[in-house]
Antibody, heavy 119, light 108 residues
Framework: EVQLVESGGGLVQPGGSLRLSCAAS????????MNWVRQAPGKGLEWVSY????????YYADSVKGRFTISRDNAKNSLYLQMNSLRAEDTAVYYC????????????WGQGTMVTVSS | SYELTQPPSVSVSPGQTARITCSGD??????AYWYQQKPGQAPVLVIY???ERPSGIPERFSGSSSGTTVTLTISGVQAEDEADYYC???????????FGGGTKLTVL
């Protein structure tokens, strides 16, 4: 079964850091582009970051540029999001999502991990 | 920054046709994708590349494109189709992915 499982969410103080992980299974992880997408409570979806299958190409939304770092370990079938200088507005469910082959959509999503930034 | 515009809500009776629009200046150049999200669940892809339907998605879901507007059509709406629907695309450079604000579909 194709599956993505996020972990690492929790409560963190403003200005703090957190590292999210996404474990992939059921498909050849190294062949797929991956993304992080977030959703603040009661709000819509917001794309956060993209990484190519090899990790050589990376993009970020302006809202997280300079604070978040996306990475992957194809040997461990894992995707990561290092989040620094966290703000209250970063509070959201964070989803990892597999990129469609040759397209910019997302065909497989994890169940998400909640990040709460609060003092 | 680039934006995709959706109506906040659409309401239809069971068996009727629901149409949800999404407008954006780059849509003539970039494909659109549609996701269904039910409360407490992750989004599910229902249409990709404007009008293609993933395997496992019912035939009543279809997509179309005309100029700067794309449309998700749900024919013969069922109660289980009540959900939030999001369109998604990218800016003209293809490096910034954007979601529409979402449309809440209510089945009366």
């Amino acid at each position: 079964e194709v599956q993505l499982v996020e972990s690492g969410g929790g409560l963190v103080q403003p200005g703090g850091s957190l590292r999210l992980s996404c474990a992939a299974s059921g498909f050849t992880f190294s062949s797929y582009e991956m993304n992080w997408v977030r959703q603040a409570p009661g709000k819509g979806l917001e794309w956060v970051s993209y990484i190519s299958s090899s990790g050589s190409t990376i993009y970020y939304a302006d809202s997280v540029k300079g604070r978040f770092t996306i990475s992957r370990d194809n040997a461990k079938n894992s995707l990561y999001l290092q989040m620094n200088s966290l703000r209250a507005e970063d509070t959201a469910v964070y989803y990892c999502a597999r990129g469609l082959v040759g397209a910019i959509g997302f065909d497989i999503w994890g169940q998400g991990t909640m990040v709460t930034v609060s003092s | 920054s680039y934006e995709l515009t959706q109506p906040p809500s659409v309401s239809v009776s069971p068996g009727q046709t629901a149409r949800i629009t999404c407008s954006g200046d780059a849509l003539p150049k970039q494909y659109a994708y549609w996701y269904q999200q039910k409360p407490g669940q992750a989004p599910v892809l229902v249409i990709y590349k404007d009008s293609e339907r993933p395997s496992g998605i019912p035939e009543r879901f279809s997509g179309s494109s005309s100029g700067t507007t794309v449309t998700l059509t749900i024919s013969g709406v069922q109660a289980e189709d009540e959900a939030d629907y999001y369109c998604q695309s990218a800016d003209s450079s293809g490096t910034n992915v954007v979601f529409g604000g979402g449309t809440k579909l209510t089945v009366l």
